[in-house]
């Protein structure tokens, strides 16, 4: 998802010097030219420019974020980073019901100070939007809130219809308010927005560290600082990207001098290290989780409503295996719905299986769940039931080799526990189109990076009715558990709910890949800290 992938994850600003030994005479650059996604998932096209009206991809948000500011920036420690946030503070009621936002003195790139209404525009566009929102559900946005208004010029009162955790409702909700420019799109309507989101002439009002330059759909958008900008001097003065959707045909880009930084594609690290006029640094992938998402509204596979056949596929996945042999090594093993790095939010038991992930590869439990649950294995090595073969289709987006290889592994392994999975590849932003309750489609191979929404609590995602629950999948505890976990402030039920996730498997946990990125070694500290979107930085080297 992905966000898909990939959505996105804010830097905070950590320096990363202490990990960054820069050549001695190096000279810094001024432009720099590179693909989207860095550090997190294979390069994808930006196609909408403007906030809250697009379909929430990372390569959106990227590119939306250098010219939007969000009310709140949530760093790279899941923590508000209130340096980077418009807000300046936030007051909120002892019965947790209202919170109160003071605004600092920003402004927007035509000299106008942001407002409080600036805010609330945006709120009236979520609201406009309804369901076509990307992010409906999460953070209790719009669903919670009984009044967003504007009380003054710096101030903000969002009163709740009920009380909430904090924490959680100012990383999750508050996170997707991004003041935008009302008093330029006048007379513009949520549809009219929605429709023209790739036109350029709606950008020209921004408040973030660069303005839009040049954009050509499917080619290249170019940013140049924004001289007007409220924060501190951005540190590239013009930032390109290139619409490369394929990591192998950044990877040559890369290798010819065309790009500054780009994603090595895990098949060919090797080659990478090759390359040893660029620097290298290792990434996290971002905080985010890797699964395969099932359509639990579809008949043709009704056979995952049955926990027993989900519990099968998940005992059947050897997880070292899929690191080792898709990721080269760059991965960590995953278990729930929470992610692996940081472990933040991770309950013990989660962290006792990331630890020793071989002892939740087992295929000899695998086939007995499938027996006790009447699929007897057939003539062919693949078990029936009523008439009915244990077989299915997984979509995975055509552009990555890293992808494929998984897809591969994966058929491997079910195979060997007697079932049979089908591999359709199909372009990402096809893929994405599928996937919605009651279509056709019978799985996915997915990403999710954890934003708005970065307290996992699940919240629009696997409760039901969620805006980006594509599965449709609904089950009552983990219902009353996610909703537990938005009310306390206590960690037991975020606990709760990730380790009765991790057993009832609304999807199928899979591990998370981290990513080998290559760069200009001219390239700052913070000028390579720009270019790697929403990913820790573990390790860098010259």
Not at 97 to 125: E, M
Request: charge should be positive; hydrophobic fraction near 40%; glycine fraction near 8%.
């Amino acid at each position: 998802m992905s966000r898909w992938h990939q959505t996105f994850m804010r830097w905070s600003g950590l320096a990363i010097a202490a990990l960054f030994v820069p050549l001695a005479h190096a000279a810094s650059l001024n432009a720099v030219t590179t693909v989207t996604n860095n550090g997190v998932a294979p390069p994808s096209n930006i196609n909408s420019l403007l906030p809250v009206v697009n379909n929430d991809s990372a390569a959106n948000n990227q590119a939306i974020t250098l010219m939007y500011r969000p009310l709140l920036w949530i760093g790279n420690d899941l923590r508000i980073d209130w340096g980077q946030s418009l807000a300046k503070s936030i007051a909120v009621s002892k019965d947790r019901k209202t919170f109160l936002i003071t605004l600092k003195p920003w402004h927007w790139s035509n000299g106008r100070l942001i407002t409080a209404q600036d805010a609330v525009d945006c709120y009236r566009l979520i609201e406009q939007l309804g369901d076509r929102y990307a992010n409906t559900g999460i953070g209790g946005i719009p669903t919670f809130i009984e009044q967003f208004r504007a009380i003054s010029d710096d101030q903000i009162r969002v009163s709740l219809k009920q009380p909430v955790n904090p924490f959680w409702f100012e990383l999750n909700g508050l996170s997707q308010i991004v003041p935008v420019p009302g008093f330029a799109w006048t007379g513009l309507s949520a549809q009219t927005l929605y429709d023209r989101q790739t036109d350029p002439s709606l950008v020209h009002v921004v408040d973030g560290a660069y303005k839009l330059e040049r954009f050509t759909q499917g080619r290249e958008a170019v940013f140049v600082a924004n001289l007007q900008f409220s924060g501190p001097k951005p540190v590239i003065d013009r930032l390109t990207f290139r619409m490369i959707t394929s990591s192998e045909a950044a990877f040559w880009s890369l290798k010819t001098g065309s790009l500054q930084a780009a994603n090595i594609p895990h098949a060919l690290e090797s080659a990478g290290r090759q390359i040893t006029q660029m620097g290298s640094c290792k990434t996290n992938g971002g905080y985010a989780i890797n699964y395969v998402t099932l359509n639990f509204t579809n008949p043709k596979v009704a056979f995952f409503k049955d926990v027993r056949v989900r519990q099968a596929l998940e005992y059947a996945i050897n997880q070292p295996q899929i690191i080792r042999v898709a990721y080269h090594g760059n991965g960590v093993p995953s278990y729930g719905p929470v992610p692996t790095l940081p472990d933040t939010y991770l309950s013990a038991r989660q962290k006792w299986l990331v630890a020793h992930p071989m002892s939740m590869f087992d295929p000899a439990k695998a086939r007995q769940l499938l027996q006790s649950a009447g699929w007897r294995v057939g003539a062919d090595g693949i078990r029936v039931k009523n008439g009915r073969r244990l077989a299915f289709t997984m979509m995975i987006r055509s552009d990555s080799q890293t992808r494929t290889a998984e897809a591969e592994i994966l058929k491997q392994q079910w195979q060997a526990i007697g079932v049979d999975m089908n591999i359709l590849s199909l372009p990402f932003n096809l893929e994405l189109s599928k996937l919605h309750p009651n279509g056709a489609w019978e799985a996915g191979l997915l990403s999710w990076s954890y934003s708005p929404d970065f307290y996992p609590t699940g919240d629009g995602m696997f409760d039901t009715g969620g805006g980006v629950n594509y599965g449709g999948y609904s089950d009552p505890t983990i219902d009353r558990l996610i909703t537990a976990s938005t009310q306390s402030s206590s960690m037991q039920p975020l606990y709760a709910y990730e380790d009765y996730a991790s057993q009832d498997l609304p999807i199928l946990f899979l591990p998370n890949p981290g990513y080998l990125v290559k760069f200009d070694r001219r390239l700052s500290p913070a000028q390579l800290q720009a270019v790697i979107w929403q990913a820790t930085i573990d390790q860098v080297s010259q």
